[in-house]
């Protein structure tokens, strides 16, 4: 059973920094693209980050500068460091595992994170 299973979110303050942690289990890590996406309410899911196995990254506009995805393969785990957190950075946070075999596209996702960014 593929498993993603995330820590680290919680309350901050504008301008304060969170490190959110995804850990899977069930699956072979390094065949998946790992990424975070975010959905606040009353909008539609949205990419936050994405990582492929080698590293590469790429980024939601709005975060760019300021969030930092990284994965280390050896623990199974991607992270999302967030700096500069803004209140428009509010919302629930997923972790997402992606795969593209045989035609088919695997998705698995985490339960969320609830990330609040108020004063």
């Known amino acids: 059973q593929v498993q993603l299973v995330e820590s680290g979110g919680g309350l901050v303050q504008p301008g304060g920094a969170l490190r959110l942690s995804c850990a899977a289990s069930g699956m072979i890590f390094t065949l998946y693209d790992m990424g975070w996406y975010r959905q606040a309410p009353g909008k539609q899911r949205e990419l936050v980050a994405t990582?492929?196995?080698?590293?590469?990254?790429n980024y939601g506009e709005s975060v760019k500068g300021r969030f930092t995805i990284s994965r280390v393969n050896a623990k199974n785990t991607v992270y999302l460091q967030m700096n500069s957190l803004k209140p428009e950075d509010t919302a629930v946070y997923y972790c997402?595992?992606?795969?593209?075999?045989?035609?088919?596209?695997?998705?698995?996702w985490g339960q969320g994170t609830q990330v609040t960014v108020s004063s």
């Open positions: 990582t492929t196995s080698g590293g590469s990254a």
């Open positions: 997402n595992a992606r795969r593209v075999l045989g035609g088919l596209v695997y998705n698995y």
